[in-house]
């Protein structure tokens, strides 16, 4: 654990721009992990939702809790990196691809899974839904530590990755989601963001077949991780300020 430490203190901006990186990560996969849940509990009593999604919380805890033991185990692969980028660049993928489809065509459907078929009759509709959260929130669990170590190998950086993404699952998530609803190219630009971090792992392929070559240095540098922040950085500022100033791109206004 010193060993980590230690390279945070040598390279304090290098870290946060990890952090940086990693909470765009996870709060972008919380933003759809978040909207899966709010479908899921769509069609209990109100006053089950929230008791409901509670209880989803408290898995989402558990289960990465779980997850970082197993952490220390995962960063000894390094191919787990260009893994996570394949992964990222998915995702921006299937949101372009996907991007055409109605709310309806992506709405999940309870009925089909499995365990809520064979625990509503047991355990009745509330159950059954909890039982069915607690499921997904294993998946999301394993998916978003994934990423995170796919991104380092510290295993500060990684726990505090992990915490983040618990937090962004219940506060992050929900401004996010109120920000790309005032101002939609958002969405747009966060999935361009994880691309461009999914091409960042994928280097690390270069990286490992080829450790002395001076673009290997530049990729490990300080200056490439700070760089990479910036970027991402802009590329939600920029179309921010353009839009304020002159209305493109364009935003919802308020009423």
């Known amino acids: 654990m010193n060993i980590h430490l230690q390279e945070i203190l040598d390279n304090p901006l290098a870290a946060l721009a990890i952090v940086g990186n990693l909470v765009i990560i996870e709060s972008l996969l919380s933003v759809d992990n978040a909207a899966v849940l709010a479908t899921m509990v769509s069609d209990l009593p109100k006053e089950q939702r929230h008791k409901a999604l509670r209880y989803g ?23 787990l990196k260009p893994l996570g980028g394949f992964y990222l660049l998915y995702l921006a993928y299937d949101h372009f ?15 089909q899974s499995w365990l809520y078929r064979s625990t509503l009759g047991l355990l009745g509709p509330f159950w059954a839904t909890v039982a069915l959260i607690e499921l997904m929130d ?34 992050v998530a929900q401004g996010f989601v109120l920000l790309m ?55 939600f500022a920029v179309p921010l300020l353009t839009s304020w100033l002159f209305g493109f791109p364009y935003h919802q206004r308020s009423r």
């Open 57 to 79: 919380i408290i898995g989402a805890y558990v289960f990465r809790g779980l997850c970082i033991l197993f952490a220390s185990f995962l960063i000894q692969f390094w191919f």
């Open 97 to 111: 691809a996907n991007k055409q489809k109605s709310s309806d065509e992506d709405a999940l459907d309870k009925q």
């Open 138 to 171: 294993l998946a999301f669990s394993i998916d978003n530590v994934f990423a995170v170590v796919a991104f380092t190998d510290n295993l500060i950086l990684i726990c505090a990755g992990v915490f983040i993404g618990i937090l962004a699952m219940r506060l």
């Open 181 to 235: 609803a005032k101002y939609p190219f958002l969405e747009t630009a966060a999935f361009i963001v994880i691309g461009l971090l999914g091409i960042k792992l994928l280097l690390s392929l270069f990286e490992h077949y080829l450790p002395n070559h001076p673009f290997t240095e530049f990729l490990s540098s300080e200056a490439a991780d700070v760089g990479l922040t910036v970027l991402t950085v802009a590329v």
